[in-house]
């Protein structure tokens, strides 16, 4: 319950208890305007040490599970709410609000500084056990927001009341004065963690310094300014607490690079081989050697295996290089895969690829097993590289360059890529396509994700397309390739992937009779595969647009 609070009566003496007392005016061993700015330092560094915990739950839930938008909408909105309890519990706490205050930092301190590898070991070392742990990495990601959210709600009364302590003044001008430190103190913050803590520490690490330097900071300003308010007693215990949550976090953070490599091994398996956090996302390449398939993973999802590369890759690019095909645009495709099909095909001049993180392509020029299977596509002088966004890219593009275009993107249902399949882009993809030009799209798993393919093929007709969806079986099971990076039971994990050629005029999937012949795919399978896709037609779907997404 909220507690109505009657104004004093005009001249009575303000509410303390004795002086020095709990509740009473606070005896300082500083001046009174010195140890109010210290009190607002205090909330300036607590409040951006808040701030980096909620954005770091944040970041390190949309890595592990996917879907950001909805791992931030959780997050976000359990921390609000649990703020609104922490504050109305801590009321409790006013007559001992140093203690109270200390008590809160040290735990929160705990608390987040330890979110990130709790979250990330759960999540390694059972997210492949199925049933009641599937769920695991979620509920805790909600235990924690709600623990965190009350924890950081609680210290607000608490601050208050020790500002007030220093020296009485009006409400509005106190609760002014601790939100201004408050705020300035999350935008430091909210600066920090992406621009500082994680592109140098990484999440882990990051996370355990913040947590250090909340609990030296809450440690400080209570036993430095209040420790009068505090027994002896009191004060050791509060001393003992912060010691051992720093020695904690210090532990941890020595074993961070141990942990990392155990659960990335958990994850991923024991033949890792490259392990790399880009500006973009997470770049794995495990396997490759002694007659290990290749398996590249981004941001956790299996995004090329050397076990059925192929079949995708043909089904990819050859249907689309039917007929003129002397300039050809890849959207996305760093690994060089597609690349490698396209060049198979006489007649190519010139392939265009536009990826946004350098590293993938860095490794397909450089790294022994991914350049060998992308048979060094990118030594091929025809081929030209442009890191940027393919949505950004496109607009500045010339109109009619191309003939063919390869959208060679991650699933549409990831919220990262879902720009990449609106009406809007596939607009521009279609300004930049040569009279009788095709453009094919990756659209997702037809049988599992029915209405996430038959979406793209709306939006590709809402853009002016005339379209052909067709699909392909033999996809490696076990790992997410989609919005969510664990399913909850890999034996449910896709099995085939979909795809869409679209022109102005009639488009079918076919294979040109005068030009390679691909090592899987053959019309055949591709008959085959439109008419299991065409099965599974959803009519009457709305395009995805920019500001109306649908995947």
């Known amino acids: 319950m909220i507690e109505p609070h009657a104004p004093a009566p005009p001249g009575s003496p303000p509410p303390w208890s004795a002086p020095g007392g709990p509740g009473g005016p606070a005896r300082l061993p500083v001046r009174p305007g010195t140890g109010r700015f210290l009190v ?7 409040a951006a040490c808040g701030l980096v915990y909620e954005l770091e739950l944040v970041a390190l839930a949309s890595y592990l599970m996917g879907d950001s938008v909805t791992q931030a909408s959780v997050v976000l909105s359990v921390m609000v709410f649990a703020m609104g309890i922490g504050s109305l519990a801590a009321k409790r706490l006013r007559g001992l609000a140093a203690a109270g205050f200390g008590a809160v930092e040290a735990t929160l301190a705990l608390v987040g500084g330890c979110s990130a ?24 990601l909600v235990a924690f927001s709600l623990a965190t959210g009350l924890l950081i709600g609680a210290e607000v009364p608490l601050l208050m009341e020790l500002i007030q302590r220093i020296r009485r003044q009006d409400a509005g001008g106190a609760v002014a004065d601790l939100f201004a430190a408050d705020y300035v103190g999350a935008l430091v913050g909210g600066l920090a963690f992406p621009f500082l803590l994680l592109p140098f520490l990484g999440q882990l690490t990051g996370a355990l310094l913040t947590g250090a330097v909340n609990a030296v900071v809450g440690c400080a300003l209570v036993l430095g300014l209040f420790r009068r308010d505090l027994t002896r007693r009191a004060r050791w215990l509060l001393l003992a607490a912060n010691v051992l949550v720093l ?26 081989r490259v392990a790399l956090q880009t500006g973009v996302q997470e770049v794995v390449l495990a396997g490759g050697t002694d007659g290990r398939p290749l398996d590249l993973f981004l941001d956790g999802r299996l995004r090329v295996s050397g076990r059925d590369e192929l079949r995708y890759h043909e089904a990819l690019v050859h249907p689309a290089m039917t007929g003129p095909h002397t300039r050809v645009l890849i959207l996305g495709g760093g690994d060089g895969l597609a690349a490698r099909e396209v060049l198979r095909h006489p007649g190519v001049e010139r392939v265009d690829v536009v990826e946004l993180d350098e590293e993938v392509v860095r490794l397909a020029r450089t790294d022994p097993a991914l350049s060998e299977l992308n048979s060094h596509a990118f030594g091929d002088p ?6 940027q966004d393919a949505f950004g890219w496109l607009r500045g593009a010339p109109p009619g360059t191309y003939d063919v275009v390869l959208s060679d993107l991650p699933d549409p249902g990831i919220t990262a890529s879902t720009k990449l399949y609106s009406q809007e882009f596939y607009g521009l993809a279609r300004r930049v396509l040569a009279p009788g030009g095709r453009l094919v799209v990756h659209a997702g798993p037809v049988a599992s994700s029915s209405r996430v393919f038959w979406t793209v093929d709306a939006t590709l007709r809402a853009a002016g397309f005339r379209t052909a969806p067709y699909g392909t079986g033999g996809r490696h099971a076990g790992f997410a390739v989609g919005p969510d990076r664990t399913p909850a039971d890999r034996t449910l994990a896709p099995r085939d992937w979909g795809f869409v050629l679209a022109a102005r005029t009639e488009a079918r999937p076919r294979l040109d009779p005068d030009g390679p012949r691909p090592y899987v795919v053959d019309d055949a ?21 920019l500001v109306h997404p649908r995947y």
Not at 40 to 45: C, E, I, R
Not at 117 to 140: D, E, I, K, N, Q
Not at 525 to 545: F, V
């Open 40 to 46: 607002l330092a205090g909330v300036f560094v607590c």
């Open 117 to 140: 590898m709790a979250l990330y070991a759960v999540f390694a070392w059972t997210g492949g056990w199925g049933g009641m742990w599937a769920s695991g990495p979620r509920c805790l």
């Open 247 to 272: 020695a904690v976090l210090a532990s941890a953070a020595v074993l961070v690079d141990d942990f990392e490599r155990a659960a990335r091994q958990a994850v991923y398996g024991g033949d890792v």
């Open 382 to 387: 025809r081929v030209r590289v442009t890191m």
């Open 525 to 545: 399978s591709l008959a085959a595969g439109e008419r299991a896709a065409r099965a599974t037609r959803i009519a009457g779907l709305p395009p995805s647009t």
